[in-house]
């Protein structure tokens, strides 16, 4: 009899769903695209519930094209994008708007006036985060004081609210089980990290009812079952739960205090495991909750890059500037340098470690001789240049020395781009072999869940990556190119 975990990997783009068998080994993945909605300038939206039934649908074809033994047995894991909030009626399981995403800038104002309240603080020590509308609490806050009736409906006790690990659990187990792990939890600005609790008070700074909010769970539960619409009849068990970024930290195996993983999706995270002790974070970065599992709590510094990918992504839908992302690699080879163009994509404002909510994106540097593949390449370059504004910020400030950067996502097949980010580093990158590397991190969850693997240590052991990328670049070379990137930054971070 063989056993598969089948993962959910919610995405800000698309939805996957990825068979793994107990060896870690993916064997088939689908991938379903959703819809990108921008009412206004700086908003963005998701459809909650296309998003539900994309991973349904995308499990149903999972299934489909990789028959299984008669006889088998599964069960679910899940891993998603962070932050993006969902606000839902709990008798209809009917979300009273579109979720806010991630990305979205409407909690702006919001956040404006916590901080000019004195409330910053506050929020830093208890949440290790910092006020600002990346986190959900400001996106949920907006949807009660702007839909028509959700304030009353939430002080009544008829809504709930949660990412969108609660969202699928809640709709896998037709509103059963409302909960939540705590890396998610950690992501809202809610979240005490060191209670590991919601917070009454920072709740009420936000005035969100506590009725709302999903049980926050470790990474490593059992948060129910389903039967995924009827596929599995008989139900399987939903367990091991985390945010993806988190997820890439388990994935990548980063078990250990001092280790560090970069995850190149839409946005960019940078984490370092910090152990056991919620240290608060040096200035820019944020603290937390990097994975509970095995009756254990690691903490973790993060700072997140707003726009990686999907800056490739701008220069294919919107400048149409390339057919995909597929053909930077080779355009940003065929000019030796940008001749001196830099792209700073703030397209939703700044984060880590400068966090400017209110800062353009702009391209700066071109002349008459700028062509495309300038462009294009300065686009590339500009995610190796957010990462290392990151690290050095950990390494610098936080003294934490990383011996090598562990690196997973879509992106990493591009080699100039790996490189690029070995010179800019001056470090060895150590690429995945899988890059599906959250799901995995949901994978070793589910594992350690269901008594697969008894410890973490027997868990990295599965770890086969050894694929190296070394810097090549002399230091003059990389302080010349880094201090024009800095300047490029000056140009757009004026508060």
């Given at each position: 009899?063989?056993?598969?975990?089948?993962?959910?990997?919610?995405?800000?783009?698309?939805?996957?769903a990825?068979?793994?068998?107990?060896?870690?080994?993916?064997?088939?993945?689908?991938?379903?695209?959703?819809?990108?909605?921008?009412?206004?300038?700086?908003?963005?939206?998701?459809?909650?519930?296309?998003?539900?039934?994309?991973?349904?649908?995308?499990i149903?074809?999972?299934?489909?094209?990789?028959?299984?033994?008669?006889?088998?047995?599964?069960?679910?894991?899940?891993?998603?994008?962070?932050?993006?909030?969902?606000?839902?009626?709990?008798?209809?399981?009917k979300?009273?708007?579109?979720?806010?995403?991630?990305?979205?800038?409407?909690?702006?104002?919001?956040?404006r006036?916590?901080?000019?309240?004195?409330?910053?603080?506050?929020?830093?020590?208890?949440?290790?985060?910092?006020?600002?509308?990346?986190?959900?609490?400001?996106g949920?806050?907006?949807?009660?004081?702007?839909v028509?009736?959700?304030?009353?409906?939430?002080?009544?006790?008829?809504?709930?609210?949660?990412?969108?690990?609660?969202?699928?659990?809640?709709?896998?187990?037709?509103?059963?089980?409302?909960a939540?792990?705590?890396?998610?939890?950690?992501?809202?600005l809610?979240?005490?990290?060191h209670?590991?609790?919601w917070d009454d008070e920072?709740?009420?700074?936000?005035?969100?009812?506590r009725?709302?909010?999903?049980?926050?769970l470790p990474?490593?539960?059992?948060?129910?079952?389903t039967?995924?619409?009827?596929?599995?009849?008989?139900?399987?068990?939903?367990?091991?739960?985390?945010?993806?970024?988190?997820?890439a930290?388990?994935?990548?195996?980063c078990?250990?205090?001092?280790?560090?993983?970069?995850?190149?999706?839409?946005?960019?995270?940078?984490?370092?495991?910090?152990?056991?002790?919620?240290?608060?974070?040096?200035?820019?970065?944020?603290?937390?909750?990097g994975?509970?599992?095995?009756?254990?709590?690691?903490?973790?510094?993060?700072?997140?890059?707003?726009?990686t990918?999907?800056?490739?992504?701008?220069?294919?839908?919107?400048?149409?500037?390339?057919?995909?992302?597929?053909?930077t690699?080779?355009?940003?080879?065929?000019?030796?340098?940008?001749?001196?163009?830099?792209?700073?994509?703030?397209?939703?404002?700044?984060?880590?470690p400068?966090?400017?909510?209110e800062?353009?994106?702009?391209?700066?540097?071109?002349?008459?001789?700028?062509?495309?593949?300038h462009?294009?390449?300065?686009?590339?370059?500009?995610?190796?240049?957010?990462?290392?504004?990151?690290?050095?910020?950990?390494?610098?400030?936080?003294?934490?020395?990383?011996?090598?950067?562990?690196v997973?996502?879509?992106?990493?097949?591009n080699?100039?781009?790996?490189?690029?980010?070995?010179?800019?580093?001056?470090?060895?990158i150590?690429?995945?072999?899988?890059?599906?590397?959250?799901?995995?991190?949901?994978?070793?969850?589910?594992?350690?869940?269901?008594?697969v693997?008894?410890?973490?240590?027997?868990?990295?052991?599965?770890?086969?990556?050894?694929?190296?990328?070394?810097?090549?670049m002399?230091?003059?070379?990389?302080?010349?190119?880094?201090?024009?990137?800095?300047?490029?930054?000056?140009?757009v971070?004026?508060k």
């Amino acid at each position: 009899m063989n056993r598969y975990i089948i993962a959910i990997d919610q995405s800000t783009s698309a939805t996957k769903a990825i068979l793994f068998d107990e060896k870690c080994r993916l064997l088939h993945r689908v991938n379903i695209e959703h819809t990108q909605y921008y009412p206004q300038a700086g908003w963005v939206e998701h459809d909650a519930e296309e998003i539900y039934a994309n991973a349904v649908e995308a499990i149903r074809r999972l299934m489909e094209a990789y028959p299984t033994e008669e006889g088998s047995t599964f069960s679910l894991a899940i891993t998603n994008q962070r932050e993006t909030v969902v606000v839902w009626d709990a008798a209809t399981s009917k979300p009273v708007m579109h979720a806010v995403v991630w990305q979205c800038q409407r909690g702006a104002e919001i956040c404006r006036q916590l901080k000019e309240a004195g409330h910053e603080q506050t929020f830093f020590k208890k949440s290790g985060l910092l006020i600002d509308p990346y986190f959900s609490a400001s996106g949920a806050r907006w949807i009660l004081d702007n839909v028509e009736g959700a304030r009353e409906a939430a002080e009544r006790g008829e809504l709930r609210m949660g990412t969108m690990d609660a969202w699928l659990i809640w709709k896998l187990t037709e509103g059963k089980v409302h909960a939540t792990d705590y890396t998610n939890a950690s992501r809202t600005l809610l979240f005490n990290i060191h209670t590991l609790d919601w917070d009454d008070e920072l709740l009420s700074l936000f005035a969100i009812p506590r009725s709302m909010m999903p049980e926050a769970l470790p990474c490593d539960a059992v948060f129910g079952r389903t039967t995924i619409e009827g596929l599995f009849p008989e139900g399987i068990e939903i367990a091991g739960v985390l945010g993806d970024s988190h997820g890439a930290l388990a994935g990548q195996m980063c078990f250990e205090a001092g280790m560090g993983k970069a995850t190149y999706g839409t946005g960019s995270s940078v984490m370092v495991n910090i152990g056991e002790e919620a240290v608060a974070a040096p200035e820019g970065l944020v603290t937390s909750v990097g994975f509970a599992a095995c009756g254990k709590t690691f903490y973790a510094f993060e700072g997140n890059i707003h726009c990686t990918g999907a800056t490739l992504r701008w220069l294919t839908d919107q400048l149409q500037l390339i057919g995909s992302p597929a053909e930077t690699e080779a355009l940003a080879t065929s000019v030796e340098s940008t001749g001196g163009v830099y792209l700073v994509p703030a397209f939703a404002g700044l984060g880590a470690p400068w966090w400017n909510s209110e800062a353009k994106a702009i391209i700066a540097g071109m002349s008459l001789a700028t062509t495309k593949a300038h462009v294009v390449r300065a686009a590339l370059e500009a995610i190796p240049y957010q990462i290392k504004d990151l690290v050095d910020l950990m390494t610098g400030k936080a003294g934490v020395a990383l011996k090598e950067l562990r690196v997973d996502g879509g992106p990493t097949k591009n080699r100039f781009l790996m490189q690029f980010q070995a010179d800019m580093l001056n470090a060895t990158i150590n690429r995945a072999d899988i890059e599906e590397a959250s799901a995995m991190g949901a994978v070793v969850m589910n594992g350690l869940a269901r008594k697969v693997w008894a410890t973490l240590d027997e868990v990295a052991a599965l770890r086969t990556s050894d694929n190296r990328i070394e810097p090549q670049m002399a230091a003059e070379e990389r302080e010349k190119l880094y201090g024009g990137w800095i300047e490029a930054v000056k140009l757009v971070n004026r508060k």
